[in-house]
């Protein structure tokens, strides 16, 4: 006999689960087919390139602080060491005040020129002692001598405050910059570590080839320096391929960009400044077509130097995880003009 009973109808809890699960499903399949397609390996480094840029940008900034701050605090040292001599000497001439009250407290009281000097205010002895009949000249002359000391005290230590406040800033900013740097850099990595591991082996072999092909495979042509200082720098430089690049490094076992030209032209014997803002101004300007080895050659809005090569190359410390080596200027960055140190 068959049996009538009605189906046993799924459980409230069942149909939520299966519900919320069917939702859910829903929502990973929207979310997938609307997921932004991973950047492809050319494209992740354009962003990491940018990311170096704007870290090569913040680099010279930070360079730039830091060379203020050495300055400040050679100045900052000079001024304290004017505030402690010239201590020194308004204390000797106050002795000399206290020498003439006393003599005259034992010859029968203190000269009312020197009772008020003791306890006026400095800034207004002078014109109030002006009316004491009884003031010697040798007595306004030392007087006035410890007013003046008095000011240019108060002067120095003025400035010094100042320099000191100026320094104080200078180190909030470095702080800044570093932290800046640091998050450009770890972005950049963060990126790089995105793609497969086949496709960062494939970056590093081309980074490698660039190295490798400025050992000594490059075509500098037959350009001659505009003098032998550039000769020599170029030169320098040259000894310095396949060092690694290193934020801040000026040398001899790394460099970052400005720090290789500094070091360049430094064993050319000429002195030039630490940063691209500041090397840009270390001799006149000439464009690309009148480029001559040795010549500084600045890109990306002047954030980047190398130096000019001939045929088109330029010797640079290129960017982090990078070497010292030859690259064509077409594949640096938006070239903005070339300087010539003459010396």
């Not at 400040?72 to 005040?97: F, M, S």
């Not at 003791?118 to 003031?135: E, M, V």
């Not at 000249?137 to 108060?154: C, D, G, M, P, T």
């Not at 850099?185 to 092909?213: F, H």
């Amino acid at each position: 006999m068959a049996s009538h009973r009605r189906p046993k109808q799924p459980s409230r809890t069942r149909v939520t689960v299966l519900t919320t699960t069917a939702v859910a499903a829903v929502a990973l399949t929207s979310q997938a087919a609307n997921a932004a397609p991973k950047p492809t390996k050319s494209e992740v480094k354009a962003k990491v390139d940018k990311l170096y840029e704007d870290a090569e940008r913040a680099t010279n900034q930070y360079d730039g602080a830091k060379e203020k701050q050495k300055k400040l605090e050679k100045e900052v040292g000079r001024l304290q060491d004017k505030v402690a001599r010239e201590q020194d000497e308004l204390n000797e001439l106050r002795t000399g005040i206290g020498v003439m009250a006393s003599e005259q407290y034992r010859s029968g009281g203190i000269d009312p020129s020197v009772q008020l000097f003791l306890s006026a205010d400095p800034d207004d002895y002078l014109d109030k002692a002006s009316t004491i009949d009884s003031l010697s000249a040798q007595q306004l002359e030392s007087l006035k001598k410890v007013q003046a000391k008095q000011r240019e005290l108060a002067q120095k230590r003025a400035e010094a405050k100042e320099k000191l406040r100026d320094l104080a800033e200078t180190r909030t900013e470095l702080g800044k910059k570093k932290t800046e740097i640091q998050g450009k850099l770890s972005e950049a990595q963060k990126l790089l570590n995105s793609l497969t591991a086949a496709q960062r082996q494939e970056m590093a072999d081309a980074d490698a080839r660039a190295s490798r092909s400025s050992a000594g495979r490059v075509d500098l042509g037959k350009e001659v320096a505009a003098s032998h200082f550039g000769a020599a720098a170029l030169n320098a430089a040259a000894s310095q391929i396949g060092k690694p690049y290193l934020r801040g490094g000026t040398g001899p076992n790394s460099y970052d960009c400005s720090g290789l030209t500094q070091w360049a032209y430094a064993q050319a014997g000429v002195q030039i400044s630490r940063v691209t803002y500041t090397q840009v101004n270390e001799g006149p300007r000439v464009g690309m077509s009148a480029l001559k080895p040795g010549d500084l050659v600045f890109f990306n809005n002047t954030e980047h130097v190398g130096l000019y090569a001939g045929n088109g190359q330029v010797l640079h410390a290129p960017y982090p995880g990078a070497s010292v080596r030859y690259e064509s200027m077409s594949t640096i960055g938006s070239f903005q003009f070339g300087v010539r140190v003459t010396g």
